[in-house]
């Protein structure tokens, strides 16, 4: 019997996440189909497809919200995800945020984080047993990578759209995951906004894995180093920006275009 809680983290040398011909089926439609994907630890992977490619899929298989039809998953080289709830992916080291906040309106920037972290993983928490001093530093030290530490002390529900995505993020950053999976986390925020969303990212990817589904593709071309383009469940390419910019297959199913290239 797999339990979750009770195993300490690895380091691993191989993959964090290592996916082998992934298959999801909702009825008779493949939303997946054949997806094989891997992702070394420490890197922040942008992923984008034209609508309907399977990114969300491919989040939720990762954090079990969606099982597998076939194929495996495997996050660490070690644990076959396919076996475990959603929560206790979450406590393996996954943690995935939605489009949409969850946050406690009515209550504090920072109380909403103190909230987080005692609901943080199950063997944190207990060499954690931290004191009540130590878990406000711990979250103020969060709120301040998510530039949200001025603000500790306004009602969560005060805050502009961008920054409740913020908290959120500083939420999720309080169960320390390993593995970070973004949902569009620009979505609907302004031009300043996004750009302080994208250098929080590269900040979150320089001492996490983060994989980050993206439509925005000023904001990929600015942020991203490798991009993974999905289409039809599975695939397509893999590489730099300016890669997967001058791919005509790429053109061709994602801008529905062919590339203009130079050297034609
Ligand atoms: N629960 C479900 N039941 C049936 N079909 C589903 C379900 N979830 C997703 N699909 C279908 O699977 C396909 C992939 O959907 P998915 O949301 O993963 O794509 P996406 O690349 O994230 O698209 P978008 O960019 O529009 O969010 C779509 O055709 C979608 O309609």
New binding site residues.
């Given amino acids: 019997m797999h339990s979750a809680e009770a195993m300490p983290r690895q380091a691993t040398a191989g993959p964090i996440i290592r996916v082998e011909q992934l298959e999801v089926r909702?009825?008779d439609?493949k939303?997946i189909r054949g997806l094989n994907f891997s992702l070394a630890p420490g890197e922040l992977r942008f992923l984008i497809?034209?609508?309907?490619?399977?990114?969300?899929?491919?989040l939720d298989v990762l954090c079990g919200k969606t099982k597998p039809s076939s194929g495996t998953v495997r996050f660490k080289d070690n644990w076959d995800l396919a076996k475990f709830q959603e929560h206790q992916i979450a406590q393996l080291g996954i943690g995935r945020k939605f489009q949409s906040p969850s946050i406690f309106a009515t209550l504090s920037v920072l109380d909403n984080m103190l909230l987080a972290l005692k609901a943080q993983r199950g063997l944190l928490r207990t060499l954690l047993a931290a004191t009540a001093a130590g878990q406000r530093e711990r979250a103020i030290g969060h709120l301040e990578t998510v530039g949200l530490a001025h603000k500790s002390g306004l009602q969560a529900g005060a805050l502009s759209h961008g920054e409740k995505q913020w908290l959120e993020i500083g939420m999720l950053l309080s169960q320390e995951p390993e593995l970070l999976l973004l949902d569009e986390p620009a979505a609907g925020m302004t031009d300043s906004e996004t750009e302080k969303t994208g250098e929080l990212l590269v900040r979150i990817g320089q001492t996490q894995t983060v994989i980050v589904?993206e439509?925005d593709m000023e904001f990929v071309k600015q942020f991203a180093s490798i991009v993974t383009v999905?289409h039809e469940?599975s695939v397509l390419r893999e590489g730099t920006m300016e890669e997967i910019q001058a791919d005509d297959q790429v053109a061709q199913v994602y801008l529905g275009r062919r590339t203009e290239r130079h050297d034609d």
């Fill in positions: 909702f009825g439609f939303a497809g034209p609508n309907g490619a399977g990114k969300t899929t491919l589904v439509h999905m469940g």
